[in-house]
């Protein structure tokens, strides 16, 4: 029987406590564990060692015995576990006469693909709407779908449709008693918003470009079959948006082979989410997919990065797997940072759902689950090492990584605008520069971010010209209103990181293919002060042409040194 929306908020009142960090007995799966290496993941996670093995082959088993180890957990894997499967209390709140819905339902929404946020330019009442975000593996859009979202845009939402750095879509402004029209019209045009926030697997990314080689091609497949993979299996989506209408979508065998062995105790048995279970994922986790050179994606940004491995003729014989990247961190909080993917291994093309699902499995099993800001993959292998990341992923593969293949430089490709016509007349800094929408729409946000990059790119401009940087050169910007990295500042060969009201940190020291981290340069830098940083260059560099030299070393220098001066 469903308790009433008052009879829940009472049980969770008295699980949490008030004003009390939560602390729990973990019920039932423990996690999961290998008997041919008990020593390495008794020192992982102390589960008990089963003696029990009639093989000297290494295997790997759900446990299902109760743990009595008391573990604390975060407010939100509490209302992920007593969530039905990420139905209840949503599906109460969504009937309710309120503008906003309650704190689990705000939580839980987040997995069907929206964030509850207010209007931050208002004063007073707050203005309660919704961002939908849809999921777009690869990036491809229906023409039916794109046609309704910009329709929906103008009648539900604040008549925009913005394009994110995940190759998808968002809708901002949408009123409660609006969702279920809005996210009924996505569904039933061919798209969805499943997924696209939330602990769990995130739109996962390939190179946009429809090109027809073989290795493009390949990595869009792949790209889309472990979105598949990776989808939520429920059903409460459909419950809730569509009534339970079944929306019909033929998955490839292999995926749904991949999904359900369990031959290395990957799996719950007989969940509705075999791979995902009742907590689903300790925090977001974000996938991309490469052919080598081709930078796009920033694909040492994501939690795995997948570069496809083809031989001289193109054909594809395997993949390179990045893992550990990721660019959220809380401002003032110097244990928290951004972070790059590392080498793990290679595998076989036939084997990459199988190697995936086993890194996504350790993390589900592993991950920091008592303190969200340490939650993302990147803390669990800077704790652990590579090595041990490694030899853990491995039990749940059921294999060893192949040694890294050898790969080219990376290149970073922008397939905006259009490729085919000249001249060029737009200014360069505005194809390579991104910003996060920021103020108004997003609550985390404590400066601005899109509505001033405008100006911003301006200014820049103006002081490249006095160093006498051509037109025609550019560099990579990024502007985000607060340190989480949406638009991923801390690849930027420039990038502004919101620290206060009209205040930013300047990063520095990427570089335009996106392999090298900046560094952060200053603190506390107002806006109205942007020139009096940068434009100290003009006496070390004006009249110059800097064609040659890499801008992001270039910059690096000579506001070093005029920052030094100043």
Aim: aromatic fraction near 8%; charged fraction near 20%.
């Amino acid at each position: 029987m469903e308790m009433t929306t008052a009879s829940a908020a009472a049980a969770t009142s008295k699980v949490i406590g008030a004003g009390k960090e939560p602390k729990f007995r973990m019920p039932g799966y423990v996690g999961l564990r290998s008997t041919g290496s008990n020593a390495l993941l008794r020192s992982i996670c102390a589960l008990p060692v089963s003696s029990s093995s009639s093989s000297s082959t290494s295997s790997v088993r759900a446990v299902s015995t109760a743990d009595t180890t008391i573990v604390k957990r975060s407010k939100v894997e509490i209302f992920k576990e007593q969530s039905n499967f990420l139905r209840f209390p949503l599906n109460e709140e969504l009937q309710n006469e309120a503008p906003n819905i309650n704190e689990a339902a705000t939580q839980l929404i987040k997995f069907h693909g929206s964030y509850q946020q207010t209007n931050r330019d208002e004063r007073g009442s707050r203005s309660y709407q919704f961002m939908l975000r849809t999921k777009n593996p690869c990036g491809k859009v229906p023409n039916k779908l794109y046609l309704v979202m910009d329709d929906l845009a103008d009648e539900f939402g604040i008549g925009t449709l913005r394009l994110t750095t995940r190759q998808t879509f968002q809708l901002h402004g949408i009123l409660k008693k609006n969702l279920k029209t809005v996210m009924s019209s996505i569904i039933n045009n061919m798209g969805s918003t499943l997924g696209a926030c939330g602990d769990l697997n995130r739109n996962v990314l390939a190179p946009a470009a429809p090109y027809t080689k073989k290795e493009y091609v390949f990595a869009q497949k792949t790209a889309e079959n472990i979105a598949s993979l990776l989808t939520p299996q429920s059903g409460a989506y459909y419950d809730i948006w569509v009534d339970g209408e079944k929306v019909m979508s033929a998955e490839p065998p292999e995926v749904v082979a991949a999904r359900n062995d369990n031959s290395h105790g990957t799996n719950f048995p007989d969940s509705p989410e075999p791979i995902y279970g009742t907590q689903f994922l300790p925090r977001k986790f974000k996938i991309a997919v490469t052919v080598p050179t081709d930078n796009s994606v920033d694909i040492l940004t994501n939690d795995i990065g997948i570069v496809v491995v083809s031989d001289s003729d193109g054909e594809p014989h395997g993949f390179n797997i990045y893992v550990g990247g990721g660019m959220g961190r809380t401002i003032r909080v110097e244990t928290t940072f951004p972070r790059l993917g590392e080498p793990l291994g290679y595998v076989p093309k036939e084997d990459i759902l199988y190697a995936v699902k086993a890194i996504v499995v350790t993390q589900r099993d592993h991950g920091r689950r008592d303190d969200r800001k340490y939650s993302r993959m990147k803390y669990l292998i800077n704790e652990w090492g590579l090595k041990k990341f490694r030899t853990v992923v491995e039990q749940y593969y059921g294999k060893q990584f192949e040694p890294f293949r050898e790969l080219p430089e990376w290149e970073f490709k922008s397939y905006l605008g259009w490729h085919e016509q000249q001249p060029r007349y737009v200014d360069p800094l505005n194809i390579t520069s991104m910003a996060c929408p920021a103020l108004p729409l997003c609550p985390l946000a404590i400066t601005e971010a899109e509505r001033g990059i405008p100006d911003i790119l301006k200014r820049v401009r103006a002081v490249l010209d006095k160093v006498g940087i051509r037109y025609t050169e550019s560099m990579v910007i990024r502007i985000t209103g607060c340190p989480n990295g949406c638009a991923r500042p801390y690849m930027a060969e420039l990038g502004f990181v919101g620290d206060g009201p009209n205040s930013y940190q300047i990063w520095l020291g990427g570089m335009p293919n996106q392999t090298v981290l900046a560094k952060c340069f200053m603190n506390k830098v107002k806006i109205q002060d942007l020139e009096k940083v940068l434009s100290r260059c003009s006496t070390i560099g004006e009249g110059n042409v800097y064609s040659a030299s890499p801008l992001a070393s270039l910059l690096l220098e000579l506001v070093s040194t005029s920052c030094k001066r100043w």
